[in-house]
């Protein structure tokens, strides 16, 4: 099949490459010159494990070019998918829909034969029905239907997750436009579960499901505030939960706080979205409340640990949202650091993926390591803000010779508290009486 991308952001690319390697004839467009030009090169503007190989593969294959020309990329298409950004708005922090409205009328005025325009952006529920007036309004004439397909990647996993799906989500009214993704999706056909639902019950899936998530989060966070006090140890709470199926294991990881591009952006979208229909939230607006200020919380956790000596170097081991990225934006690392800054000027930071986008953020207020153990030279306080498996397997004995104070504040639980403090490190972390 001949697919369009519109985006080539974390979700828009792997996309694209992944149904490009499925056989299909992929082609990309962007707006922002400089990217397509970078891929075009054979560049990839964004880390993702596993996607260069692909990405390399299929260009030289012929199934999967770069542009910025809206015709080019769809005229001919069979479907065009909507892969641009919905940014929260600065002040209302619902959706903004821009980027959306403008990909909808440009891609309007090129559509050819029958073509299924389907949102993976995370849109609010109705945005379907806003997208199929544009559309009409421009091109009356054309023969299209827009359906709902949410996008589930995680970042740093996208391409493992997109050819392992836990299921996918077709919200479509039109049965014509159900064949034509049954037939894209043929591969996965009985490999994963498929739900052919309403255009609207699929644009709150995506909301309800991260928002769910996020407070998954959220609430393994609070036990974890309660075991602090209670004696008890968060990691066998959470194994305790995590074997009930109905509760399941995965995000039961007591932390900083969520972070990165959606979980922050879906809340609070969601939660506007529902007071639009006079509906409150109210585990959702918790959810989004507290975890704002446990990052707060966390970073008094570390000056607590400093103040006897305020000028004490910091090093700080990870600044991605989460590990497996280079993606900084919304990470809870940034919001401690700049919380950290307001401490101290000495301050040195290492992430094996991430220095990059956190040199755009934090400038020159920080020292950039080369790696783990230039960051803890003479440092009196380590600090582990990013789950990065490296971090799991420190040379404690190593690091213990450079530092200058012998202080661990492990705010992913990386380390095994037994080991570390056997090393003579004071070791604190999140959920246990360490
Ligand atoms: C999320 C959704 O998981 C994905 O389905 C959706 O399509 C996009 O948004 P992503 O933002 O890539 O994916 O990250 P995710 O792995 O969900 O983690 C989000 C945040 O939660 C990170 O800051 C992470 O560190 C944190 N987290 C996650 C925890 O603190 N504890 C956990 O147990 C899991």
Redesign the pocket.
């Known amino acids: 099949m001949k697919i369009a991308i519109i985006g080539t952001g974390?979700?828009g690319l792997p996309t694209g490459v992944g149904l490009a390697e499925l056989g299909n004839e992929v082609c990309c467009v962007d707006k922002i010159k400089e990217k397509i030009s970078a891929l075009n090169a054979g560049e990839l503007t964004l880390y993702e494990d596993g996607l260069e190989e692909l990405f390399k593969k299929n260009v030289k294959a012929g199934r999967l070019s770069f542009t910025t020309s809206m015709a080019k990329a769809v005229i001919g298409a069979d479907v065009v998918l909507l892969a641009v950004g919905t940014p929260p708005h600065p002040e209302t922090k619902e959706a903004d829909l821009q980027y959306i409205y403008a990909a909808a009328k440009e891609l309007a005025q090129y559509l050819d034969g029958y073509t299924v325009i389907a949102t993976k952006s995370?849109v609010p529920v109705g945005t379907g029905d806003e997208i199929e007036e544009i559309v009409r309004k421009v091109s009356p004439q054309a023969d299209f239907d827009v359906i709902s397909l949410?996008?589930?990647?995680?970042?740093?996993?996208?391409i493992h997750?997109f050819f392992h799906p836990d299921r996918i989500v077709v919200g479509a009214n039109s049965s014509k436009a159900c064949e034509v993704m049954k037939q894209l999706y043929a591969p996965f056909e009985g490999k994963t579960e498929f739900l052919w639902v309403k255009r609207r019950s699929s644009e709150a899936i995506?909301y309800a499901?991260?928002a769910f998530?996020?407070m998954?989060?959220h609430y393994?966070?609070e036990m974890a505030n309660f075991c602090e006090k209670a004696g008890a140890d968060i990691n066998e709470v959470a194994k305790g939960m995590g074997t009930d199926s109905r509760i399941g294991n995965?995000?039961?990881?007591?932390?900083?706080?969520?972070?990165?591009?959606?979980?922050p952006k879906?809340t609070n979208a969601m939660a506007q979205m529902a007071r639009k229909y006079g509906v409150r939230l109210n585990l959702i607006e918790t959810t989004i409340a507290k975890n704002d200020e446990r990052k707060a919380e966390m970073a008094e956790r570390v000056i607590a640990k400093i103040k006897n000596n305020p000028q004490g170097k910091i090093a700080v081991l990870g600044l991605a949202?989460?590990?497996g990225?280079d993606?900084c934006r919304?990470?809870?690392a940034m919001d401690i650091l700049k919380e950290l800054l307001k401490h101290s000027n000495n301050i040195a930071v290492y992430d094996p993926k991430a220095m990059q986008n956190a040199e755009k953020l934090l400038g020159n207020q920080v020292m950039y390591a080369k790696d783990v153990y230039e960051a803890c030279d003479e440092a009196e306080i380590l600090v582990i803000l990013?789950?990065w498996e490296e971090f799991r397997n420190l040379d404690l004995h190593r690091i213990r010779g450079l530092m200058k104070a012998h202080k661990i504040v492990d705010l992913?639980n990386m380390l095994n508290a037994d080991a570390v403090k056997k090393s003579g490190f004071d070791y604190s972390c999140i959920g246990m009486n360490s």
């Open positions: 974390y979700v995370t949410p996008e589930f990647l995680r970042e740093g996993f996208a997750d995506k499901s991260n998530l996020a998954k989060i393994i966070n995965k995000f039961l990881n007591a932390g900083p706080g969520y972070g990165g591009s959606c979980f879906d949202f989460k590990g990225t993606d919304e990470s809870p990013t789950e992913r």
